[in-house]
């Protein structure tokens, strides 16, 4: 029987698996991906600074040394980046399932639960986006050799920190790896082992993960801005959000759905009714028919995942933010583990198994294929291919850095949603916002378009040389504008002269070296400050110049 069960368990992890990495292997960065990749290009992988840096209230110095490692390797190269990943899901799945194995023996009843965790669209879904892969996946991976190496302690007494370990490992991608601990405990109790019986007879293991966590919790609040919402949190916006995240996520993404469309980013829209008050029947009558302390501990433990968004994120987002998986896909094990418990003891056929393992397989599938083309980033992948395209056209040109669509980098980054975030590490190597006599930008599309004309300008005051303008001679020349200036520009410079040479444009307390070339030529600069003049200067070498005109504004389009 033992092999028959390991053939079929092979085939319930492998069929999700493989469909996931399929779509994993056809989809492209996106959002936070680019934002990650681009600073570990530009980042010393030994800086404290940059691996503990506070990203959006996460501490994941384990993300960013990997970032760091992939990038140096190959730049922007999705393959490299994701293969990684899918071997870790791979492993994840192997761990987990030898944790069931070793809590319950070989039995056919476990294929159903083999079968939510390989097929659930809560984790296939969300990990098609690489920067959330990056936090869940080493999470689960860690969650798995922890329970391992704790099953161990249990069975010889001995080796207990290295659960500890996998914990500590697990910290270094997710903060989400201190609940560690409660998950450990629970299996020691729902084990056999009464609560207080289990906190004495191991209470060195306890108390090493009770001091692990406390000093993560000092380092994450030292080096995070406070993630407790400003706003008061209503009641009703609490049950609505508890009430998208159980009802609307978490129980259908269990038992085969959502059956529902894609939402914005990770997120999926309402399942249909029949769905939502199935699962919530399916989930009522499985609990009615088991032992009750593994689902009050699930309960435990989701309460604790949603507190967490509760108090940080949903006064800001609002209770829409319970429709996105991502807040509850580390429970997935969990749940499955309590169910596991729930039903220990309990005769279970071969054949029923099979079908019921089949059914959830096949329906999970279904909703997973649903769901995934809305987080593969086609637009991204296009916006990119493009513009390695216009390069290749275009080797020399230099592109002013501007902002990209919200499907590519939401404009919530601020510092972040611009298009050299986006192709500043592809091999044509593009450059940005350099001196140029024709400066581009990038269309929505990826497209190289020329700037030609500004918007919002402010123009410089007419020079008093007749037929020239401003005479730049020995000295500097300071050209007044009509108005001051705030923020990031174009300067736009009309000059002639008779060489070619060196000078520099000075706007506010930056001064940008440039090249005059002979003859009549306009030069854009991108400058930013807040400033009142431009100053020009040459060369002593090159002949005198004269400016004709000074124009600083936006690019039209």
């Not at 869940?136 to 050799?145: C, G, Q, R, S």
């Not at 089949?358 to 909703?367: E, I």
Request: aromatic share 10%; net charge neutral.
């Amino acid at each position: 029987m033992a092999s028959q069960l390991r053939v079929a368990a092979l085939l319930t992890a492998a069929v999700p698996f493989l469909v996931h990495a399929w779509y994993a292997l056809h989809g492209y960065f996106g959002q936070d991906d680019f934002v990650i990749t681009y600073h570990a290009a530009h980042a010393d992988p030994l800086d404290f600074g940059y691996l503990f840096q506070d990203y959006n209230g996460h501490l994941a110095p384990g993300t960013f040394l990997v970032a760091w490692v992939e990038t140096a390797i190959a730049p922007l190269n999705y393959a490299v980046a994701t293969i990684p990943l899918l071997a870790l899901h791979g492993v994840t799945l192997w761990l987990f399932w030898r944790v069931l194995t070793r809590l319950f023996g070989h039995r056919w009843g476990l294929l159903p639960a083999l079968a939510v965790l390989s097929a659930s669209p809560l984790v296939l879904h969300p990990t098609l986006w690489w920067a959330y892969g990056m936090q869940l996946l080493p999470l689960l991976a860690t969650m798995a050799a922890a329970l391992l190496a704790h099953l161990r302690y249990l069975e010889t007494g001995t080796r207990a920190a290295n659960a500890i370990a996998w914990t500590l490992v697990g910290m270094l991608f997710y903060e989400k790896a201190a609940l560690f601990a409660g998950i450990l405990f629970a299996v020691t109790v729902l084990g056999g082992e009464k609560p207080a019986e289990a906190l004495v007879r191991h209470w060195r293991v306890w108390a090493t993960h009770l001091v692990l966590v406390f000093g993560y919790l000092i380092l994450y609040f030292g080096l995070t801005a406070d993630q407790i919402g400003q706003e008061p949190v209503r009641a009703d916006d609490v049950a609505e959000f508890a009430s998208n995240a159980v009802v609307h996520v978490f129980l259908p993404g269990l038992l085969g759905g959502p059956f529902a469309s894609p939402g914005g980013g990770a997120t999926w829209t309402t399942p249909p009714l029949a769905v939502r008050v199935g699962a919530l029947v399916v989930t009522l009558v499985l609990v009615l028919l088991s032992r009750k302390k593994p689902w009050l501990f699930l309960a435990a433990y989701l309460a604790v995942d949603l507190a967490l968004v509760a108090v940080t994120r949903l006064s800001v987002v609002g209770p829409l933010i319970g429709t996105d998986p991502r807040y509850v896909a580390d429970a997935v094990p969990v749940a499955v583990l309590c169910a596991a418990f729930a039903f220990q003891g309990r005769r279970a056929g071969r054949w029923p198994m099979v079908g019921v393992t089949a059914l959830l397989v096949a329906a999970s599938v279904v909703s997973f294929l649903t769901l995934a083309p809305g987080l593969v980033f086609r637009q991204a992948r296009d916006y990119v291919a493009n513009a390695r395209q216009a390069l290749t056209d275009q080797p020399h040109i230099v592109l002013y850095d501007t902002t990209v669509p919200n499907g590519i980098i939401l404009d919530w980054f601020i510092y972040d949603n611009f298009s050299s975030r986006v192709v500043g590490l592809v091999p044509e190597k593009p450059r940005f916002d350099r001196p140029a006599e024709a400066l581009y930008q990038l269309d929505d599309t990826g497209h190289a378009q020329p700037v030609t004309e500004l918007t919002d300008e402010v123009l410089g005051e007419r020079g008093p040389a007749p037929d020239c303008g401003h005479l730049v001679d020995e000295q500097p020349v300071r050209i007044p504008l009509t108005s001051p200036v705030t923020g990031r520009r174009i300067l736009r410079l009309g000059y002639y002269t008779g060489d070619t040479g060196d000078g520099t444009v000075t706007v506010g307390d930056t001064r940008v070296p440039v090249q005059f070339r002979s003859g009549l030529h306009v030069l854009y600069v991108v400058v930013s400050g807040t400033y009142t003049h431009v100053e020009v200067a040459r060369n002593l070498n090159l002949q005198p110049l004269c400016v004709t005109d000074v124009t600083v504004g936006l690019p039209k389009g």
